[in-house]
Protein backbone atom coordinates (compact mmCIF):
# COMPACT_ATOMS: atom_id res chain seq x y z
CA UNK A 1 0.00 0.00 0.00
CA UNK A 2 3.02 2.19 0.67
CA UNK A 3 4.40 1.82 -2.46
CA UNK A 4 1.28 2.47 -3.95
CA UNK A 5 1.10 6.02 -2.16
CA UNK A 6 4.59 6.55 -3.44
CA UNK A 7 3.69 5.31 -6.82
CA UNK A 8 0.99 7.80 -7.09
CA UNK A 9 3.36 11.06 -5.74
CA UNK A 10 5.53 10.22 -8.23
CA UNK A 11 3.17 10.45 -11.24
CA UNK A 12 0.99 13.28 -9.55
CA UNK A 13 4.80 15.25 -9.72
CA UNK A 14 5.80 13.88 -13.10
CA UNK A 15 2.44 15.38 -14.32
CA UNK A 16 2.53 18.87 -12.96
CA UNK A 17 6.37 18.99 -13.99
CA UNK A 18 5.01 17.94 -17.54
CA UNK A 19 2.35 21.13 -17.33
CA UNK A 20 5.56 23.58 -15.96
CA UNK A 21 7.95 22.31 -18.72
CA UNK A 22 4.92 22.70 -21.73
CA UNK A 23 3.77 25.90 -23.53
CA UNK A 24 0.65 27.47 -21.97
CA UNK A 25 -1.07 27.11 -25.44
CA UNK A 26 -0.01 23.20 -26.20
CA UNK A 27 -2.94 21.66 -28.41
CA UNK A 28 -4.06 24.88 -29.59
CA UNK A 29 -5.70 25.18 -32.88
CA UNK A 30 -5.32 28.25 -35.39
CA UNK A 31 -7.48 29.07 -38.05
CA UNK A 32 -6.41 30.12 -41.44
CA UNK A 33 -8.12 31.32 -44.17
CA UNK A 34 -7.70 32.50 -47.39
CA UNK A 35 -9.33 32.31 -50.47
CA UNK A 36 -9.28 29.38 -52.94
CA UNK A 37 -8.41 28.36 -56.34
CA UNK A 38 -4.63 28.03 -57.54
CA UNK A 39 -3.59 29.52 -53.78
CA UNK A 40 -5.21 26.16 -51.85
CA UNK A 41 -2.06 24.30 -53.35
CA UNK A 42 0.36 27.10 -52.83
CA UNK A 43 -0.70 28.05 -48.62
CA UNK A 44 -0.94 23.85 -48.40
CA UNK A 45 2.86 23.79 -49.26
CA UNK A 46 4.01 26.53 -47.22
CA UNK A 47 2.29 25.58 -44.48
CA UNK A 48 3.94 22.14 -44.89
CA UNK A 49 6.98 22.99 -45.54
CA UNK A 50 7.40 26.09 -43.29
CA UNK A 51 4.69 26.71 -40.97
CA UNK A 52 4.37 23.18 -39.18
CA UNK A 53 7.59 22.43 -38.26
CA UNK A 54 8.02 26.12 -36.81
CA UNK A 55 5.10 25.99 -34.86
CA UNK A 56 4.61 22.35 -33.50
CA UNK A 57 7.51 22.41 -30.84
CA UNK A 58 4.55 25.02 -29.34
CA UNK A 59 2.23 22.23 -29.56
CA UNK A 60 0.33 24.55 -31.67
CA UNK A 61 -2.19 22.90 -34.59
CA UNK A 62 -2.78 25.09 -38.31
CA UNK A 63 -6.42 24.29 -39.27
CA UNK A 64 -6.40 26.04 -43.11
CA UNK A 65 -9.86 26.68 -44.26
CA UNK A 66 -10.06 28.19 -48.07
CA UNK A 67 -13.05 30.01 -48.93
CA UNK A 68 -14.31 29.04 -52.63
CA UNK A 69 -17.16 32.02 -52.58
CA UNK A 70 -16.57 35.82 -52.50
CA UNK A 71 -13.90 36.06 -50.08
CA UNK A 72 -13.91 39.92 -48.97
CA UNK A 73 -18.31 39.00 -48.16
CA UNK A 74 -17.36 36.07 -46.27
CA UNK A 75 -14.60 37.60 -44.27
CA UNK A 76 -16.96 41.14 -43.14
CA UNK A 77 -19.74 38.37 -42.58
CA UNK A 78 -18.14 36.04 -40.43
CA UNK A 79 -16.25 38.75 -38.58
CA UNK A 80 -19.44 39.91 -37.69
CA UNK A 81 -21.21 36.94 -36.89
CA UNK A 82 -18.31 36.11 -34.96
CA UNK A 83 -17.23 33.23 -36.86
CA UNK A 84 -14.26 34.47 -38.38
CA UNK A 85 -10.93 32.15 -38.51
CA UNK A 86 -8.11 33.32 -36.08
CA UNK A 87 -5.75 34.79 -39.29
CA UNK A 88 -6.74 35.72 -42.38
CA UNK A 89 -5.89 37.35 -45.74
CA UNK A 90 -6.67 41.09 -45.87
CA UNK A 91 -6.19 42.77 -49.59
CA UNK A 92 -5.21 46.24 -49.69
CA UNK A 93 -8.12 47.80 -51.35
CA UNK A 94 -10.55 46.72 -48.57
CA UNK A 95 -8.18 47.12 -45.45
CA UNK A 96 -9.34 50.30 -44.42
CA UNK A 97 -12.68 49.83 -43.05
CA UNK A 98 -11.40 46.47 -41.14
CA UNK A 99 -9.12 48.35 -39.35
CA UNK A 100 -11.21 51.55 -38.83
CA UNK A 101 -14.02 48.85 -37.43
CA UNK A 102 -11.56 47.61 -35.18
CA UNK A 103 -11.66 44.14 -36.03
CA UNK A 104 -7.64 43.69 -37.02
CA UNK A 105 -5.93 43.12 -34.49
CA UNK A 106 -3.15 45.83 -33.63
CA UNK A 107 0.46 43.95 -34.28
CA UNK A 108 2.70 46.32 -33.15
CA UNK A 109 3.25 44.75 -29.33
CA UNK A 110 3.57 41.57 -30.77
CA UNK A 111 6.50 42.57 -33.27
CA UNK A 112 7.79 44.29 -30.36
CA UNK A 113 8.49 41.32 -28.57
CA UNK A 114 9.03 39.18 -31.44
CA UNK A 115 12.73 37.56 -32.31
CA UNK A 116 11.79 36.24 -35.67
CA UNK A 117 9.96 39.65 -37.00
CA UNK A 118 10.24 42.82 -36.98
CA UNK A 119 8.97 45.91 -38.75
CA UNK A 120 12.18 47.11 -40.10
CA UNK A 121 12.15 43.64 -42.05
CA UNK A 122 9.54 45.09 -43.84
CA UNK A 123 9.56 47.33 -47.14
CA UNK A 124 7.90 50.63 -45.28
CA UNK A 125 5.61 51.02 -48.34
CA UNK A 126 4.16 47.74 -48.09
CA UNK A 127 3.39 48.19 -43.99
CA UNK A 128 2.48 51.57 -44.10
CA UNK A 129 -0.44 49.95 -46.63
CA UNK A 130 -1.72 48.60 -43.64
CA UNK A 131 -1.19 50.85 -41.17
CA UNK A 132 -4.12 53.01 -39.58
CA UNK A 133 -3.86 55.91 -36.95
CA UNK A 134 -0.36 55.25 -36.79
CA UNK A 135 -0.89 51.06 -35.43
CA UNK A 136 0.23 48.72 -37.91
CA UNK A 137 -2.64 45.92 -38.49
CA UNK A 138 -1.17 42.97 -40.92
CA UNK A 139 2.13 42.24 -42.65
CA UNK A 140 2.16 42.03 -46.22
CA UNK A 141 3.35 38.70 -47.15
CA UNK A 142 4.04 39.77 -50.84
CA UNK A 143 3.61 42.17 -53.33
CA UNK A 144 3.18 42.66 -56.96
CA UNK A 145 3.37 45.58 -59.43
CA UNK A 146 2.34 46.16 -63.57
CA UNK A 147 4.77 45.44 -66.16
CA UNK A 148 4.61 44.98 -70.20
CA UNK A 149 4.77 41.22 -70.98
CA UNK A 150 5.22 41.22 -74.57
CA UNK A 151 5.42 38.10 -77.60
CA UNK A 152 8.84 38.29 -79.27
CA UNK A 153 7.98 36.00 -81.78
CA UNK A 154 5.25 39.01 -82.68
CA UNK A 155 7.65 41.50 -82.65
CA UNK A 156 10.30 39.78 -84.67
CA UNK A 157 8.19 38.54 -87.30
CA UNK A 158 6.64 42.26 -87.86
CA UNK A 159 10.73 43.77 -87.66
CA UNK A 160 9.42 45.84 -84.80
CA UNK A 161 11.50 46.88 -81.71
CA UNK A 162 10.44 45.23 -78.58
CA UNK A 163 8.69 47.62 -76.02
CA UNK A 164 11.63 49.19 -74.00
CA UNK A 165 12.20 51.56 -70.79
CA UNK A 166 12.66 53.98 -72.65
CA UNK A 167 8.74 54.20 -74.51
CA UNK A 168 6.27 57.24 -73.98
CA UNK A 169 2.78 56.24 -74.70
CA UNK A 170 3.15 57.89 -78.64
CA UNK A 171 6.27 55.21 -79.16
CA UNK A 172 4.25 52.43 -77.44
CA UNK A 173 1.22 52.49 -79.53
CA UNK A 174 3.58 52.96 -82.49
CA UNK A 175 4.60 50.07 -81.71
CA UNK A 176 1.56 48.59 -81.41
CA UNK A 177 0.04 49.74 -84.67
CA UNK A 178 3.19 48.58 -86.27
CA UNK A 179 2.34 44.68 -85.00
CA UNK A 180 -0.93 44.32 -85.20
CA UNK A 181 -2.74 42.50 -87.81
CA UNK A 182 -6.41 42.58 -87.09
CA UNK A 183 -7.54 40.79 -90.54
CA UNK A 184 -5.29 37.83 -88.79
CA UNK A 185 -6.65 38.21 -85.80
CA UNK A 186 -3.63 39.53 -84.06
CA UNK A 187 -3.34 42.21 -82.13
CA UNK A 188 -0.98 44.63 -80.16
CA UNK A 189 -2.51 43.96 -76.57
CA UNK A 190 -4.93 43.29 -74.36
CA UNK A 191 -6.91 45.55 -72.52
CA UNK A 192 -9.22 44.83 -69.61
CA UNK A 193 -11.56 47.19 -69.01
CA UNK A 194 -10.76 47.82 -65.30
CA UNK A 195 -9.11 50.89 -62.88
CA UNK A 196 -6.50 47.80 -61.57
CA UNK A 197 -5.17 48.25 -65.39
CA UNK A 198 -5.97 51.58 -66.60
CA UNK A 199 -5.15 53.47 -63.19
CA UNK A 200 -1.54 53.52 -63.41
CA UNK A 201 -2.13 55.52 -66.91
CA UNK A 202 -3.81 57.86 -65.35
CA UNK A 203 -1.59 57.82 -62.21
CA UNK A 204 1.29 58.87 -64.91
CA UNK A 205 -0.32 61.48 -66.03
CA UNK A 206 -0.78 63.25 -62.87
CA UNK A 207 -4.64 61.73 -61.65
CA UNK A 208 -4.67 62.24 -57.89
CA UNK A 209 -7.67 59.51 -56.47
CA UNK A 210 -9.21 62.45 -53.90
CA UNK A 211 -8.89 65.94 -53.58
CA UNK A 212 -9.06 68.08 -50.51
CA UNK A 213 -12.66 67.08 -49.70
CA UNK A 214 -12.28 63.69 -50.33
CA UNK A 215 -13.65 64.12 -53.63
CA UNK A 216 -12.95 62.25 -56.89
CA UNK A 217 -13.00 64.39 -60.13
CA UNK A 218 -12.91 62.70 -63.45
CA UNK A 219 -12.45 65.73 -65.20
CA UNK A 220 -8.64 65.96 -64.17
CA UNK A 221 -6.92 66.21 -67.68
CA UNK A 222 -4.37 63.64 -67.05
CA UNK A 223 -7.48 61.19 -66.07
CA UNK A 224 -9.65 62.40 -69.26
CA UNK A 225 -6.23 61.67 -71.26
CA UNK A 226 -5.49 58.55 -70.37
CA UNK A 227 -8.95 57.21 -70.41
CA UNK A 228 -9.16 58.73 -74.09
CA UNK A 229 -5.34 56.68 -74.73
CA UNK A 230 -6.43 53.80 -73.35
CA UNK A 231 -10.10 53.29 -74.76
CA UNK A 232 -9.01 54.76 -78.00
CA UNK A 233 -6.76 51.45 -78.67
CA UNK A 234 -9.47 49.53 -78.84
CA UNK A 235 -11.49 51.82 -81.01
CA UNK A 236 -8.54 52.03 -83.17
CA UNK A 237 -8.50 47.87 -83.86
CA UNK A 238 -5.26 47.34 -82.21
CA UNK A 239 -6.27 46.95 -79.12
CA UNK A 240 -8.42 44.34 -77.89
CA UNK A 241 -11.03 43.28 -74.81
CA UNK A 242 -9.53 39.53 -73.85
CA UNK A 243 -13.24 38.86 -73.89
CA UNK A 244 -13.49 39.42 -77.24
CA UNK A 245 -11.38 36.49 -78.01
CA UNK A 246 -12.71 34.17 -75.40
CA UNK A 247 -10.38 34.77 -72.24
CA UNK A 248 -11.28 36.22 -68.78
CA UNK A 249 -8.34 38.49 -68.79
CA UNK A 250 -5.30 39.61 -69.83
CA UNK A 251 -2.68 37.01 -69.30
CA UNK A 252 -5.30 34.33 -70.66
CA UNK A 253 -5.26 36.28 -74.17
CA UNK A 254 -1.51 36.51 -73.76
CA UNK A 255 -1.46 33.47 -73.69
CA UNK A 256 -2.87 32.83 -76.84
CA UNK A 257 -0.35 34.63 -78.61
CA UNK A 258 -3.50 36.30 -80.62
CA UNK A 259 -1.75 39.34 -78.74
CA UNK A 260 1.46 41.01 -78.87
CA UNK A 261 1.87 42.60 -74.92
CA UNK A 262 -0.52 42.51 -72.11
CA UNK A 263 -0.63 44.72 -69.02
CA UNK A 264 -0.24 42.23 -66.03
CA UNK A 265 1.86 41.33 -63.22
CA UNK A 266 4.67 38.90 -61.64
CA UNK A 267 0.94 36.55 -61.03
CA UNK A 268 1.07 35.67 -64.48
CA UNK A 269 4.68 33.81 -64.68
CA UNK A 270 3.23 30.48 -62.98
CA UNK A 271 0.23 30.52 -65.60
CA UNK A 272 2.74 31.11 -68.56
CA UNK A 273 4.49 28.47 -67.10
CA UNK A 274 2.07 25.94 -67.41
CA UNK A 275 -0.37 26.88 -69.56
CA UNK A 276 2.18 28.32 -72.92
CA UNK A 277 5.60 26.97 -71.60
CA UNK A 278 6.91 27.60 -75.22
CA UNK A 279 6.18 31.64 -75.77
CA UNK A 280 8.84 33.35 -75.78
CA UNK A 281 7.84 36.62 -73.41
CA UNK A 282 10.21 39.56 -72.52
CA UNK A 283 8.75 42.20 -69.86
CA UNK A 284 9.50 45.76 -69.19
CA UNK A 285 8.25 48.93 -67.65
CA UNK A 286 5.09 50.87 -68.06
CA UNK A 287 5.61 53.49 -71.04
CA UNK A 288 6.14 56.85 -69.36
CA UNK A 289 3.42 59.69 -70.03
CA UNK A 290 5.24 62.62 -72.30
CA UNK A 291 3.86 65.43 -70.30
CA UNK A 292 4.65 64.26 -66.79
CA UNK A 293 8.00 62.35 -67.75
CA UNK A 294 6.54 59.52 -65.25
CA UNK A 295 5.07 55.92 -65.62
CA UNK A 296 2.20 54.62 -63.22
CA UNK A 297 1.85 51.90 -61.19
CA UNK A 298 -0.09 49.92 -58.20
CA UNK A 299 1.28 48.37 -55.78
CA UNK A 300 -0.80 45.15 -55.03
CA UNK A 301 -0.70 43.71 -51.58
CA UNK A 302 -2.30 41.13 -48.96
CA UNK A 303 -1.52 40.87 -45.79
CA UNK A 304 -2.12 38.03 -42.87
CA UNK A 305 -3.67 40.15 -40.26
CA UNK A 306 -5.20 38.49 -37.02
CA UNK A 307 -8.85 38.46 -36.00
CA UNK A 308 -9.16 41.43 -32.67
CA UNK A 309 -11.39 38.71 -31.30
CA UNK A 310 -9.79 35.32 -31.60
CA UNK A 311 -9.15 33.87 -28.30
CA UNK A 312 -5.48 32.75 -29.67
CA UNK A 313 -3.77 35.75 -30.93
CA UNK A 314 -0.47 35.14 -29.61
CA UNK A 315 -0.66 31.29 -31.48
CA UNK A 316 -1.43 32.96 -34.49
CA UNK A 317 1.02 35.36 -34.57
CA UNK A 318 3.56 32.59 -34.25
CA UNK A 319 1.87 30.89 -37.30
CA UNK A 320 1.76 34.54 -39.11
CA UNK A 321 5.72 34.90 -38.22
CA UNK A 322 6.23 31.44 -39.88
CA UNK A 323 4.13 32.42 -43.11
CA UNK A 324 6.53 35.43 -43.64
CA UNK A 325 9.90 34.10 -42.52
CA UNK A 326 12.66 34.76 -45.07
CA UNK A 327 12.35 30.81 -46.33
CA UNK A 328 8.70 31.03 -46.87
CA UNK A 329 8.97 33.88 -49.09
CA UNK A 330 11.93 32.95 -50.97
CA UNK A 331 9.64 29.62 -52.50
CA UNK A 332 7.27 32.02 -53.13
CA UNK A 333 8.99 34.12 -55.11
CA UNK A 334 11.30 31.59 -56.85
CA UNK A 335 8.01 29.85 -57.46
CA UNK A 336 7.45 33.22 -59.50
CA UNK A 337 3.93 33.75 -57.30
CA UNK A 338 4.95 37.34 -56.00
CA UNK A 339 7.33 39.14 -54.85
CA UNK A 340 9.02 39.04 -50.94
CA UNK A 341 8.28 41.78 -48.45
CA UNK A 342 11.34 41.60 -46.39
CA UNK A 343 13.67 44.26 -47.75
CA UNK A 344 16.75 41.67 -47.30
CA UNK A 345 15.23 39.46 -50.36
CA UNK A 346 15.16 42.54 -52.54
CA UNK A 347 19.30 41.63 -53.43
CA UNK A 348 18.13 37.98 -53.53
CA UNK A 349 20.63 35.88 -56.32
CA UNK A 350 17.24 34.77 -57.80
CA UNK A 351 16.84 38.41 -59.14
CA UNK A 352 20.37 38.01 -61.01
CA UNK A 353 19.42 35.12 -63.10
CA UNK A 354 19.41 35.42 -67.09
CA UNK A 355 15.83 33.25 -67.49
CA UNK A 356 12.80 34.95 -68.54
CA UNK A 357 10.58 34.93 -65.52
CA UNK A 358 13.57 35.91 -63.34
CA UNK A 359 14.12 39.18 -65.17
CA UNK A 360 10.37 39.65 -65.09
CA UNK A 361 10.09 39.61 -61.88
CA UNK A 362 13.01 42.04 -61.52
CA UNK A 363 11.11 44.34 -64.02
CA UNK A 364 8.14 43.98 -61.39
CA UNK A 365 10.15 44.46 -58.67
CA UNK A 366 11.38 47.84 -60.04
CA UNK A 367 7.88 49.05 -61.10
CA UNK A 368 7.23 49.79 -57.30
CA UNK A 369 9.61 52.74 -57.46
CA UNK A 370 9.36 53.89 -60.98
CA UNK A 371 6.74 57.20 -61.20
CA UNK A 372 3.73 57.62 -59.60
CA UNK A 373 3.13 54.64 -57.67
CA UNK A 374 0.23 54.46 -55.43
CA UNK A 375 -1.13 51.27 -53.87
CA UNK A 376 -4.05 49.87 -54.75
CA UNK A 377 -6.70 50.97 -52.12
CA UNK A 378 -9.59 53.42 -52.79
CA UNK A 379 -10.19 54.82 -49.12
CA UNK A 380 -13.09 54.04 -46.53
CA UNK A 381 -15.39 52.69 -50.12
CA UNK A 382 -13.29 49.36 -50.81
CA UNK A 383 -13.95 48.33 -54.25
CA UNK A 384 -16.92 50.30 -54.74
CA UNK A 385 -14.91 53.01 -55.77
CA UNK A 386 -14.26 51.31 -59.00
CA UNK A 387 -17.47 50.28 -60.12
CA UNK A 388 -18.34 52.95 -61.80
CA UNK A 389 -14.98 53.83 -63.77
CA UNK A 390 -14.66 50.28 -65.03
CA UNK A 391 -18.17 50.40 -66.18
CA UNK A 392 -17.37 53.51 -67.79
CA UNK A 393 -14.66 51.83 -69.36
CA UNK A 394 -16.33 48.85 -70.68
CA UNK A 395 -18.96 50.84 -72.37
CA UNK A 396 -16.86 53.14 -73.99
CA UNK A 397 -14.42 50.07 -75.22
CA UNK A 398 -18.10 48.22 -76.06
CA UNK A 399 -19.09 50.71 -78.03
CA UNK A 400 -21.88 51.56 -75.72
CA UNK A 401 -21.09 55.17 -75.13
CA UNK A 402 -18.70 58.03 -76.06
CA UNK A 403 -15.76 58.98 -73.41
CA UNK A 404 -17.55 61.57 -72.41
CA UNK A 405 -20.87 60.26 -71.90
CA UNK A 406 -19.39 58.07 -69.46
CA UNK A 407 -17.24 59.89 -67.48
CA UNK A 408 -19.82 62.32 -66.87
CA UNK A 409 -22.32 59.01 -65.26
CA UNK A 410 -19.09 57.46 -64.05
CA UNK A 411 -18.67 60.80 -62.14
CA UNK A 412 -22.51 61.37 -61.02
CA UNK A 413 -22.24 57.73 -59.61
CA UNK A 414 -19.01 58.82 -57.64
CA UNK A 415 -20.32 61.40 -56.36
CA UNK A 416 -23.45 59.57 -54.91
CA UNK A 417 -21.20 57.27 -53.14
CA UNK A 418 -18.60 60.32 -51.73
CA UNK A 419 -22.04 62.05 -50.66
CA UNK A 420 -21.18 65.02 -52.78
Not at 313 to 320: D, G, Y
Amino acid sequence: MRLHRCAGRVSILLLMLLLLVSPAWAGTVVRVSGWAGTDVAIVEELITRFVEPAVKPYGIEVRYEPIAEDFSTYLFNSLSAGTAPDLFYVDIFWAEPLMAAGQLEPLDAYLQRSEALSKEDIIPSLLEAFTYQGKVYGIPKDFNTLAVFYNKDIFDEAGVPYPDESDTWASFTDKLRRVSRPQEGIYGIALAPEFARFGAFAYAAGFRLFDERGRSDLSQPGFVEAFEWYTGLVDEGIGILPADIGQSWGGGAFATERVATAIEGAWILGFLRDQAPNLPYGATLLPRHAGTGQRGNFIYTVSWSINAASRVKEEAFRVLEALTSPEAQQWVLQRGLALPSRQALLDDPYFKQATAEAQANLVVFRGASEGNVQPFKFGRYGGDWMTPVNEALSAVMTGELTPQQALADAQRRLDELTGR
